[in-house]
Nanobody
Framework: QVQLVESGGGLVQPGGSRRLSCAAS????????MGWYRQAPGKQRELVAA???????NYASSVKGRFTISRDNAKNTVYLQMTSLKPEDTAVYYC?????????WGQGTQVTVSS
């Protein structure tokens, strides 16, 4: 069964950093672009960062310059390094393929930015 498991969330002070990880089954990781998505309370889920199989990246304007997505193909893992965190970055963060597939949504990992 294919699974995506996110980890690394927690409580962070404004201006702080956090790195999220997503471990993926090899069967989907090797043939798909991957993305990090987030959903804040009362808002729709949005794509914040994406990385192609070859490593090309793109970002939502709200996180550009602060977040960095990367993938380790050998470990079937995709990362999201978040810096200069703001309270508005508070959300549940998910990874999925890009574009996303319903069957791959996991539990996500909560990131709360607060003092």
């Amino acid at each position: 069964q294919v699974q995506l498991v996110e980890s690394g969330g927690g409580l962070v002070q404004p201006g702080g950093s956090r790195r999220l990880s997503c471990a993926a089954s090899g069967s989907i990781f090797s043939i798909n672009a991957m993305g990090w998505y987030r959903q804040a309370p009362g808002k729709q889920r949005e794509l914040v960062a994406a990385v192609t199989i070859g490593g090309s990246t793109n970002y939502a304007s709200s996180v550009k310059g602060r977040f960095t997505i990367s993938r380790d193909n050998a470990k079937n893992t995709v990362y999201l390094q978040m810096t200069s965190l703001k309270p508005e970055d508070t959300a549940v963060y998910y990874c999925n393929t890009n574009p996303p597939r319903r069957m791959y949504w996991g539990q996500g990992t909560q990131v709360t930015v607060s003092s």
